[in-house]
């Protein structure tokens, strides 16, 4: 019986999905913002990191410098990069690894190669 069990362990570890870490995206307010909304962002930053969520904030960066990560919290310059970030910790809906596989599947297109001029259709410029 204690093999049955061990066996059944197992495999729960392999087949049961495990939990996600919940994300939350947070915008940084204007250097000119008044000291209400600071005051809420802090709190809000406060409350995510309290509950444990994974933390993306969208803080104004030189362009070339890409997202990283400090003490637990992310750090992105962009919107794009928060995006894929946050979409890179979401469950995918087709049983791909995250949502943003997902999303690259959508994206995979056709290439079509250059056509010289005389090779177009006849009365077309």
């Known amino acids: 019986m204690r093999t049955l069990e ?27 913002a008044p000291a209400e909304q600071w005051a809420e962002y802090q709190r809000q930053v406060d409350e995510a990191t309290a509950r444990g969520d994974f933390l993306i904030l969208l803080v104004p960066m030189k362009p070339t410098e890409g997202p990283r990560t400090e003490n637990g919290v992310t750090y992105c310059g962009t919107q794009l990069d928060a995006l894929a970030l946050k979409a890179s910790m979401l469950p995918s809906q087709r049983g791909n690894k995250s949502l943003l596989s997902d999303v690259l599947q959508d994206v995979a297109g056709k290439v079509i190669r250059p056509v010289p001029c005389e090779e177009r259709a006849p009365g077309r410029s």
Do not use: F, H, N, Y
């Not at 066996?7 to 000119?32: H, N």
């Open 6 to 32: 061990r066996r059944l362990t197992r495999l729960e570890d392999v087949l049961l999905p495990k939990p996600r870490q919940p994300v939350c995206m947070l915008g940084e307010p204007a250097s000119d």
